[in-house]
């Protein structure tokens, strides 16, 4: 990632693997409101051209929760495997913390 300053936004992928075609999914986010907000959702491309990078809209998006239901018009989505959805999320990189597994932080940089 590159450098990031407090109010600044970025595209999380998430991703998919499935061994079986699918036409929809739900995807739910939990958060600390206080930390973290999620700004848009698009399509990813599994969900073919057509769809590949056009808004989804939440249908909750408060108080730490973010549910959005992503579904291809045309049947089965044309791929198993890669990009389900871009999350556009906005960190308060001041509250952003990773442990080791024995426990110590880490240096990061965003």
Sequence with gaps: MTA????DKVKVPILVNSSTSFRSALVGLKFDPKKMAVRSVSFGDVFGSTLAGTSATPFVNENGKMYVSLA???GAAPLQTGVLAYV????????????TPDGKNFAMRF
Excluded: H, Q, W, Y
């Excluded at 556009?88 to 442990?99: R, S, T």
């Design 4 to 7: 990031m300053k407090a109010g």
């Design 72 to 74: 291809s018009p045309e």
């Design 88 to 99: 556009e999320i906005e960190l308060d990189k001041d509250v952003v913390n990773f442990l």
